[in-house]
């Protein structure tokens, strides 16, 4: 007899680690006797797709404005209204992917009687109002309340569980579950082109160090023609922030914003790139870095959070300072001018990925995790 998970999470066509990681996880669970109903708020446009095991519900927001307080409050109330479609007797185990779903998973925990699984993929990082009523100061509240309150918490990183360790989670409760990558999807050969190209995908976004990346660029081009292609989405004002800066530093015609692209799309993005560069201020993990390993192309990452534990530098790629415009300018000019030693390391990244991040292991273990919790 199949058990019930309720999950609040993202979920495709939505964007990003955590929606990827769901299209993965929640399928893969049903095997092991796991029905899955996500419950989602509505983005994205795009088709939620059909998997086998897995519910998807959308919760209208009607909230779509800036302000964060009104945006985080609509966002639980809207997922909480949503949830009541199901048969909240039923559920076996609630389980809330990031904080942003925090209060209602939390409720829902009440409510159904079910164990919460919190499954840490970041802490809070974006900026708020201070003195709203869901300011720096309760966001790091509620993040304490649901991971004490929790009966299991699971971190994709290292760095993310000592962080919840510090909000005083409960070490016998916690454990680290990468986010896991279906390696099959990212089969295929490096080939990199002969005039050399930077990769990029993200979200547009401060916290992703594009405008370091494109002084790194600038830096590059002195010796060398190189073109960087940029492929994710963001805010328009932020954006267009963004482009003023390629133009301010004569980049025009060396940088080509792509938008963003499907997920299918992403192997052939980086097999056909010289390198990819993941120039980030701070990641909970670093799942674009992964990919990129995974599609068999040479990375180059900074060294925070825990995006600096996927790479072994000098072995499985490089890695910066953040914000070092000169040492990732370097590390890019060494991975373009020695081809061979970048295949060399690329290979012995994918095989890492494959040791440690390929998603039946990652199922299997979050199957172990779940079943603890649930009893």
């Known amino acids: 007899m199949s058990r019930m998970i309720l999950a609040l999470s993202q979920y495709p066509p939505d964007l990003g680690g955590i929606a990827s990681h769901m299209r993965a996880l929640a399928p893969g669970l049903r095997p092991y006797g796991w029905d899955t109903t ?20 959308r919760a209208a927001i009607p909230y779509s404005g800036s ?18 479609a199901v048969d909240l007797d039923a559920v076996d185990l609630v389980a809330c992917h990031g904080s942003q779903h925090a209060l209602a998973a939390m409720a829902l925990q009440r409510r159904t009687g079910a164990p919460l699984v919190y499954h840490a993929h970041n802490l809070y ?78 979200r547009l976004s401060p916290e992703k160090g594009l405008e370091t990346l494109f002084e790194a660029l600038a830096l590059l081009r002195r010796d060398r023609p190189c073109r960087l292609l940029v492929a994710g989405a963001g805010d328009d004002a932020y954006t267009a922030g963004l482009l003023e800066a390629v133009r301010s530093l004569g980049l025009t015609d060396a940088v080509w914003f792509l938008g963003a692209l499907e997920p299918k799309q992403l192997p052939r993005f980086f097999q056909s790139a ?24 040479p990375v ?66 979050t199957d172990e995790w779940y079943r603890k919790a649930a009893g």
Request: one cysteine or more.
């Open 38 to 57: 996500v419950v989602a708020a509505d983005g994205e446009t795009g088709d939620t797709p059909n998997d086998p095991g897995v519910t998807v519900l």
């Open 67 to 84: 302000d964060f307080d009104a945006a985080y409050a609509h966002q639980n109330l809207g997922l909480l209204a949503e949830a009541t």
């Open 125 to 202: 990082t974006a900026p708020v109002d201070p003195d709203g009523p869901f300011g720096e100061g309760t966001m790091h509240d509620i993040e304490r309340d649901v991971i004490r309150s929790s009966d299991a918490v699971i971190a994709i990183s290292g760095y993310i569980a000592g962080l919840c360790l510090r909000l005083g989670a409960d070490p016998d409760r916690l454990t680290v579950i990468p986010k896991g990558l279906p390696l099959d999807d990212f089969a295929g050969a490096w080939t990199p082109p002969d005039d050399p190209v930077v990769a990029f995908v993200g």
């Open 274 to 297: 010289s390198v990819t560069a993941v120039p980030s201020h701070m990641e909970a993990l670093g799942r674009v870095a992964l990919e990129a390993q995974a599609s068999g192309c």
């Open 300 to 365: 180059v990452v900074t060294d925070t959070g825990g995006l600096g534990s996927l790479v072994d530098d000098g072995a499985t790629g490089w890695k910066v300072p953040p914000r070092d415009a000169d040492a990732l300018a370097a590390a890019l000019a060494d991975a373009i001018d020695r081809p061979e030693a970048a295949a060399a390391r690329a290979v012995a990244a994918r095989a890492e990925v494959e040791r440690g991040y390929a998603i039946g292991a990652v199922v299997e273990r």
